[in-house]
């Protein structure tokens, strides 16, 4: 894929709560190259946030988006979850989904989070 990609973190829904205290913080890590990431705002107290935030990528040679959804704590942020979506799956220049965060050794979902995804082709 080349181009230009609009991605629309949407919102995220059933989170794993990291906290003992409360709900957790989180926000999103958006990414198709390690060297240059992107993440939404840290939305406070909720497993399920909406975030209806839009981010623009260079997809030249790249094959996935990935995304990690962290909690903001104040020692140190702990990571909820992570997965990605192939490129491959834009049909018609439009993509709307809903990408699973699995668990390790195939517990129960960490959650999920709604992604539109808009290119050029």
Do not use: C
């Not at 995304?67 to 140190?76: A, R």
């Not at 993509?95 to 960490?110: D, F, I, Q, Y």
């Amino acid at each position: 894929m080349k181009g230009p990609l609009k991605v629309t973190v949407v919102e995220a829904k059933g989170l794993k709560d990291e906290d003992v205290i409360g709900k957790s913080d989180p926000y999103i890590e958006l990414w198709l190259d390690k060297n240059y990431k992107q993440k939404t705002t840290t939305k406070s107290n909720t497993v399920n946030p909406k975030y209806n935030e839009t981010f623009t990528f260079h997809a030249d040679g790249h094959k996935h988006l990935h995304i990690k959804v962290m909690d903001k704590d104040l020692v140190s942020d702990d990571e909820i979850g992570e997965g990605k979506v192939s490129l491959s799956d834009i049909k018609g220049g439009y993509l709307e989904t809903w990408v699973k965060l699995p668990a390790m050794l195939g517990l129960r979902s960490h959650g999920e989070v709604l992604l539109i995804i808009e290119s050029a082709q």
